[in-house]
T-cell receptor
Framework: QKEVEQNSGPLSVPEGAIASLNCTYS??????FFWYRQYSGKSPELIMF????GDKEDGRFTAQLNKASQYVSLLIRDSQPSDSATYLC????????????FGQGTELSVKP | GAGVSQSPSNKVTEKGKDVELRCDPI?????LYWYRQSLGQGLEFLIY????????KSGLPSDRFSAERTGGSVSTLTIQRTQQEDSAVYLC??????????????FGQGTRLTVV
């Protein structure tokens, strides 16, 4: 079982809709979770991170963490074609130096 | 510097040759991480440094891979006797510190290695 799992997609949503990206993790020692966006041929770009149960909002993005269910999600409101990218979920365990363990990524396509 | 800098951005090498990949982290960042991303795949952890020491080398695929960091800054990833399966994008990230739940890691633009 992979430590961090994501649906590979592709996930297709119409412009203006809410895109919901999901991630589960197996290591209960994971303390923080990060969402990165990666455009084709580019390096990952940090969107936001979360380490407390509940929701964290930043503009059009909301990260949700449920430690009991070992579940992390990212909601993108008012999706734009420019949001089309692969979204990578990563967990970090700080007694392991904070190394990020990544899921395989979910490809998101926002159709105009 | 303004961001994590990696060089070269592209490297084509012949099978069996050695290559060195360089990472210059954000100034003041004590933690440095190396990842590998094969085509269409997620990021695979290779090694991380806290200062000049490498507490976790568990992701290095074989003894052909090694890394060092000097002066708590620049790091070099060396691949000896390259094989075609080493072809991938090698990504470096740095963060301000380890051991804190709100520490963000920022990536460089990567080195695309092609072994022919």
């Amino acid at each position: 079982q992979k430590e961090v799992e994501q649906n590979s997609g592709p996930l297709s949503v119409p412009e203006g809709a809410i895109a919901s990206l999901n991630c589960t993790y197996s290591d209960r020692g994971s303390q923080s979770f990060f969402w990165y966006r990666q455009y084709s041929g580019k390096s990952p770009e940090l969107i936001m991170f979360i380490y407390s149960n509940g929701d964290k909002e930043d503009g059009r993005f909301t990260a949700q963490l449920n430690k009991a269910s070992q579940y992390v999600s990212l909601l993108i409101r008012d999706s734009q074609p420019s949001d089309s990218a692969t979204y990578l979920c990563a967990g970090a365990v700080y007694n392991q130096g904070g190394k990020l363990i990544f899921g395989q990524g979910t490809e998101l396509s926002v159709k105009p | 510097g303004a961001g994590v800098s990696q060089s070269p951005s592209n490297k084509v090498t012949e099978k069996g040759k050695d290559v060195e990949l360089r990472c210059d982290p954000i100034s003041g960042h004590t933690a440095l991480y190396w990842y590998r991303q094969s085509l269409g795949q997620g990021l695979e952890f290779l090694i991380y440094f806290q200062g000049n020491s490498a507490p976790d080398k568990s992701g290095l695929p074989s003894d052909r891979f090694s890394a060092e960091r000097t002066g708590g800054s620049v790091s070099t990833l060396t691949i000896q006797r390259t094989q075609q399966e080493d072809s991938a994008v090698y990504l470096c990230a740095s963060s301000l510190k380890t051991g804190a739940v709100n520490t963000e890691a920022f990536f460089g633009q990567g080195t695309r290695l092609t072994v022919v």
